[in-house]
């Protein structure tokens, strides 16, 4: 009885077979990791894509001049001081003392402006 290994064909046939399985494992990987990226993109464009975005004069104000994004949103809105205190149910004095940073707001607060502004929260701190 003979063995594969005394048949050097086989044992070359089995080198090739070892050989191409690597490589189809190897482009598998490489297409498995594409694809993952191409599904987190597309996570990425259908999340955002139903996110509001805001004019540059909306950015410019809160990252350049620092403004309270607060009186921004409200300002965008087209919203006055009277106008969010009657959505909101907080007084005007509180939107006041807010937007010009002599009062910090609590979270119910900054609750009701986010809702009323339609905006996140975290768009307000």
Not at 7 to 15: D, M, N, R
Not at 105 to 113: E, Q
Request: hydrophobic share 35%; glycine share 4%; proline share 2%.
């Amino acid at each position: 009885m003979t063995t594969s290994y005394e048949h050097p064909s086989l044992v070359q046939e089995f080198i090739n077979l070892g050989k191409k399985y690597d490589k189809v494992v190897s482009e598998l990987e490489t297409e498995n990791a594409r694809l993952q990226e191409e599904l987190l993109d597309l996570r990425t464009y259908y999340r955002t894509r139903e996110e509001e975005s805001f004019p540059s004069d909306v950015t410019r104000r809160l990252v350049i001049d620092q403004e309270h994004p607060v009186k921004v949103f409200r300002d965008y809105r087209g919203l006055s001081q009277s106008a969010l205190a009657q959505q909101t149910g907080l007084s005007q004095a509180v939107i006041s003392s807010i937007e010009n940073g002599k009062r910090r707001g609590t979270v119910d607060n900054f609750k009701a402006l986010a809702d009323a502004l339609n905006v996140d929260v975290d768009d307000l701190i």
